[in-house]
């Protein structure tokens, strides 16, 4: 019922930026946290970052914190992820995530998911 639908991924030299957008359609009103997540090739999921539905709270990962920010954008219904700084170790399918836990969460704490977006940072 859920679907997310994320954009904004490319390729940026190392020290660029890109902004994610993660759209949501379908009732969504019982998901206590929204994040995002990264995997890149040969690489387990990695957590990035994640707000709560009122989107007064923020929790980071360590790779993300000072060049990351996580949002929510209440006039187009989205969530969304400043990147800034990027380093080519940022190289990785980024996900979009609805869940229950925004706090220090697991991949297991998060019920729908996008198809992802790819985000390319050259040397």
């Known amino acids: 019922q859920v679907q997310l639908v994320e954009s904004g991924g490319g390729l940026v030299q190392a020290g660029g930026s890109l902004r994610l957008s993660c759209a949501a359609s379908?009732?969504?009103?019982?998901?206590?946290?929204m994040g995002w997540f990264r995997q890149a090739p040969g690489k387990e999921r990695e957590f990035v970052a994640a707000i709560n539905w009122s989107g007064h709270n923020t929790f980071y990962a360590d790779s993300a914190k000072g060049r990351f920010t996580i949002s929510r954008d209440y006039a187009m219904n989205t969530v969304d992820l400043q990147m800034n700084r990027l380093k080519p170790e940022d190289t990785a399918v980024y996900y979009c995530?609805?869940?229950?836990?925004?706090?220090?969460?697991?991949?297991?704490?998060?019920?729908?998911w996008g198809q992802g977006t790819q985000v390319s940072v050259s040397s």
């Open positions: 379908g009732g969504t009103d019982s998901m206590n946290a």
């Open positions: 995530a609805f869940g229950d836990v925004w706090y220090n969460p697991t991949p297991y704490d998060f019920v729908y």
